[in-house]
């Protein structure tokens, strides 16, 4: 049972317009989420965080929603680059570090 | 700085084998975290390891153990592995809280 689901495999993006990324959770005890990045060959990278007390997390191009209500947070990459193409993964966390993630979402920006 | 470093990169077994990862954390991480991720999904949580004490366990069965040594270092064991193990294990790392680093992982197939 998906605690974290991630419904989109994939997204297709031109370079220069927003990419947003979805994520819906379904306990409304997770309080706090992050998105990882993963490239081939490398390990997830952490990208950006929110706690439930926010509803927004701004980190340069990149800015993470949270509507508590709907369990639902999504992600916005503005502008999008190709060097953003990778997969990202939503992630809550249950306990002491340990994360629950996402099935992922690819993205694809094409120049 | 070195970052996480896992050991080996890829490696090929039999059902009804053994397996040994290796994992060395971030100079000054006291803990280390594993996790299996099978091709498609995401990654999923084995054990987290806290000065050299298990602090969690994933739902995964006895034939997974891990331990941890007094550098920090990590082994995760698979014992009479099928077919199903085969999968990315990765290895993250942390200060005692707080973001997780992660390595570029083991890729383990099982024959």
């Known amino acids: 049972d998906q605690q974290v689901k991630q419904n989109s495999p994939s997204l297709s993006v031109q370079e220069g317009r927003i990419s947003i990324l979805n994520c819906d959770y379904t306990n409304s005890m997770f309080d706090y989420f992050l998105w990882y990045k993963k490239y081939p060959a490398e390990g997830p990278t952490f990208l950006i965080s929110?706690?439930?007390?926010?509803d927004k997390n701004e980190d340069g191009r990149f800015t993470v929603f949270l509507n508590k209500s709907a369990k639902h947070l999504s992600l916005h990459i503005v502008p999008s680059q190709p060097g953003d193409s990778a997969v990202y993964f939503c992630a809550t966390n249950t306990g002491f570090q340990k994360l629950v993630f996402g099935t992922g979402t690819r993205l694809l920006v094409s120049p | 700085d070195a970052g996480v470093t896992q050991s080996p990169t890829h490696l090929i077994k039999t059902r009804g084998q053994h397996v040994t990862l290796r994992c060395s954390p971030i100079?000054?991480?006291?803990?280390v975290s594993w996790y299996q991720q099978v091709l498609g999904q995401g990654p999923q949580f084995i054990f987290q390891?806290?000065?050299?004490?298990?602090?969690g366990r994933g739902n995964f069965p006895d034939r997974f153990s891990a331990r941890q040594f007094p550098n920090y270092s990590s082994e995760l064991n698979v014992n009479a592995l099928l077919l199903g193990d085969s999968a990315l294990y990765l290895c993250?790392?942390?200060?005692?809280?707080?973001?997780?680093?992660f390595g570029e992982g083991s890729r383990l197939t099982v024959l």
């Open positions: 929110i706690s439930s007390i926010k």
């Open positions: 993250a790392s942390s200060p005692s809280g707080g973001e997780l680093f």
């Open positions: 390891y806290y000065e050299k004490e298990e602090r």
């Open positions: 100079s000054g991480h006291k803990s």
